[in-house]
């Protein structure tokens, strides 16, 4: 089907007939394709964006159209301009793209004073996608591409989409049809991954069968991601393997799209991703009157001495303790005993203050920073290191 900007001379001739012959349109004829009116929606979701899209009759009823953001005790109503507005078959299909904050957001439609009402659960992280949840807003429930959307949105892209063409129609799973909706997924991102910067969306994403559904995987999707990446599923068999990893979790970390850090991470893995989760170790990395923060932390980040993923080490840590602190802290290399006092061992006795665990640097030491200095566990003046241990 072809679509117009311009409006047919029969569609004219129509307007003119109905304006003579029928009663004039009550005012709201226009219909909401999506989302559904009248019921709070959820949305669970990394960004706050849902899709407004109105099919008005004609041009006069596109023109009287009027959305807007309800905000303040008052409902003052803030007006939203349409992010495009395109024609077929004489009618015209007005998008908007609503912001979410998180809670309640309430939009007014006029004429007619209808509501859709949005509550939006921001999630940062990325948690699985929980499907089941009670009201949960999914638009691709029952069909891929609803008969409202088709015949504009097909295998085609846009002049100023800036990806070759050619190039990419050799990728059998190439689905510019996904594309030409969720664009702002892809783009805008720093960092893309390469099956989503290649359209290559169905490597993920499948149509159900039946009822067509569009499979949204849930979180937990390792076999997605090593079914490429697969020289990753050798963490799987490390001895010691991170919580997320363990449980599948990928995209906790990762955004399988793309995203604004290196490896396509939400976040800086020097500051905020690990601590996003880890919030005990905030004040590891942030600036904390009185702390002592660990040099190395403040320079590289957790990943100094922690794989993000799996290792063959306690804790994930690329050595083992003394070794690893001993890799920077030269002066200790190999010193078995001796530090901080004459003949003081460093191994091989069992740690008081761990459980189960060997004397190490990190048991008067607080890798992760402290509030005394020499990242210690105690004051270093009055002996309240030794009494830590020593009675
Ligand atoms: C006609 C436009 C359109 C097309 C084509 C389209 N989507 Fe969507 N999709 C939406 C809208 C609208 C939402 C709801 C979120 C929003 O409002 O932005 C959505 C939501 C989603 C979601 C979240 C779960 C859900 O069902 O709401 C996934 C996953 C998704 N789309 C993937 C895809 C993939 C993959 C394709 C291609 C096979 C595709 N979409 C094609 C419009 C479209
Ligand atoms: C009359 C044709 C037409 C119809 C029908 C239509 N759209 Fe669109 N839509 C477009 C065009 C054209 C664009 C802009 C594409 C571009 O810029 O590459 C667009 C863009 C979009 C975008 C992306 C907006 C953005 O800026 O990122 C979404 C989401 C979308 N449409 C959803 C829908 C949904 C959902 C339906 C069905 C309820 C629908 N559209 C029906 C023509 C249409
Ligand atoms: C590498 C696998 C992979 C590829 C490729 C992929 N997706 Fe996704 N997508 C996912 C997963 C997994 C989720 C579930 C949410 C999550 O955990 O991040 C998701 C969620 C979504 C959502 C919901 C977004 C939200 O904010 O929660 C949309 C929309 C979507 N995908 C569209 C697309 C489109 C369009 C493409 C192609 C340009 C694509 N996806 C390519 C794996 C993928
Ligand atoms: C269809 C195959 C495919 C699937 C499925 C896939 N990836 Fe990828 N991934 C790639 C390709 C191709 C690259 C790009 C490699 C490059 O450019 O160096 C890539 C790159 C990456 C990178 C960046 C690595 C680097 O060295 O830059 C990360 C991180 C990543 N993928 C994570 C994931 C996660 C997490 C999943 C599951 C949600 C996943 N991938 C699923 C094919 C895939
Ligand atoms: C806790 C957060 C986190 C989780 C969960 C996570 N990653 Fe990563 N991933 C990272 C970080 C941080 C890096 C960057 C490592 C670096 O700087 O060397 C990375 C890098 C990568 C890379 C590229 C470099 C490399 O080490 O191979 C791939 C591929 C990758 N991750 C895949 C995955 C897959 C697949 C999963 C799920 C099984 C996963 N990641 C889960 C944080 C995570
Ligand atoms: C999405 C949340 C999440 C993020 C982000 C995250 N972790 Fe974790 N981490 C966990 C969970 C869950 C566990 C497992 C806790 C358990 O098993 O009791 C864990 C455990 C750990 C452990 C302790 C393992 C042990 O044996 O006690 C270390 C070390 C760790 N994470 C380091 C990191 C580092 C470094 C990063 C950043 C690259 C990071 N985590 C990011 C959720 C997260
Ligand atoms: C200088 C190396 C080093 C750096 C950098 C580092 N850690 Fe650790 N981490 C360790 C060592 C050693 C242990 C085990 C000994 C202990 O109990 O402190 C550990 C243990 C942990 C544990 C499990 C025990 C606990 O304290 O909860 C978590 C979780 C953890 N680290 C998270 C992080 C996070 C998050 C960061 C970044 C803010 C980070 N680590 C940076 C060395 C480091
Ligand atoms: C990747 C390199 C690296 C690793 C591994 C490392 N450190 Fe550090 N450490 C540093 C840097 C850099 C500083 C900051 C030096 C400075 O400020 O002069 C530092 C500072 C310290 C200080 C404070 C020194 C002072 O004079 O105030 C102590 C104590 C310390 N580290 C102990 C440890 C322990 C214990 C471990 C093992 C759990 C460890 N470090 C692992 C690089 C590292
Ligand atoms: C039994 C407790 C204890 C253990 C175990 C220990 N330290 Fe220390 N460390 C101290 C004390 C106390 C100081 C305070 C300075 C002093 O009195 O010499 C110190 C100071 C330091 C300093 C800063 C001053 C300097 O000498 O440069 C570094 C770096 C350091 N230790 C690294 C390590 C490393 C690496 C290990 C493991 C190989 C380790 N420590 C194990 C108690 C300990
Ligand atoms: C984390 C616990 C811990 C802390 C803190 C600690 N020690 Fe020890 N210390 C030990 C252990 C364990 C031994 C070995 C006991 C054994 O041999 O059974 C030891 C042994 C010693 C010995 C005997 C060494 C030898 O030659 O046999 C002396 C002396 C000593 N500690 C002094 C100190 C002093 C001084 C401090 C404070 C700067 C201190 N310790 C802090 C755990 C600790």
Not at 29 to 53: M, N
Not at 329 to 340: A, D, E
Request: glycine share 10%; proline share 7%; aromatic share 8%.
């Amino acid at each position: 089907m072809e679509n117009r900007r311009v409006l047919p001379t029969w569609a004219l001739i129509m307007v003119v007939f109905s304006f003579v012959i029928l009663p004039s349109l009550p005012a709201g004829a226009y219909t909401i394709l999506t989302p559904p009116t009248g019921k709070k929606l959820l949305v669970r979701a990394r960004r706050g964006a849902a899709s407004l899209v109105i099919r008005a009759a004609d041009n006069g009823e596109r023109r009287s159209l009027q959305v807007g953001r309800v905000t303040g005790r008052q409902g003052t109503i803030e007006p939203l301009v349409p992010a495009g507005s395109w024609q077929k078959d004489g009618s015209y299909y007005v998008h908007y793209e609503l912001s979410l904050k998180k809670g309640i957001n309430t939009f007014v439609i006029k004429p007619g004073d209808k509501k859709v009402i949005v509550r939006y659960r921001s999630q940062p992280t990325m948690p699985p996608f929980g499907s089941s949840d009670s009201g949960l807003y999914l638009f691709h429930r029952n069909e891929v591409v609803p008969a409202a959307c088709s015949g504009c949105h097909d295998r085609k892209l846009s002049a100023d989409s800036g990806l070759e063409m050619k190039e990419l129609e050799k990728n059998s799973n190439f689905s510019p049809v996904c594309f030409s909706c969720h664009r702002r997924l892809v783009n805008g991102n720093k960092w893309l991954h390469g099956p989503s910067a290649n359209l290559d969306c169905l490597a993920c994403h499948r149509r159900g069968e039946g009822n067509k559904k569009l499979a949204v995987p849930t979180g937990r999707v390792p076999n997605i991601c090593y079914r490429c990446h697969v020289n990753e599923r050798k963490w799987k068999s490390k001895a010691y393997i991170h919580g997320p990893i363990r449980i599948g979790d990928c995209t906790v970390c990762h955004d399988p799209h793309g995203a604004s850090y290196k490896f396509e991470l939400w976040a800086d893995p020097k500051t905020g991703l690990c601590v996003a989760c880890h919030t005990d170790k905030r004040q590891s990395v942030e600036k904390t009157p009185g702390f002592h923060r660990h040099g190395i932390v403040v320079g590289s980040g957790c990943g100094a001495c922690h794989d993000p993923h799996a290792s063959d080490y306690p804790f994930q840590l690329y050595k083992p303790i003394n070794k690893l602190c001993a890799g920077c802290h030269l002066r200790l290399q190999g010193v078995t005993s001796g530090h901080p006092v004459g003949g003081h061992p460093l191994s091989g006795k069992p740690d008081p203050r761990h459980k189960g665990r060997e004397l190490s640097c990190a048991s008067c030491h607080n890798p992760h920073g402290s509030n005394y200095q020499y990242l210690l566990i105690g004051s270093p003046l009055g002996g309240n290191v030794c009494t830590k241990c020593h009675h």
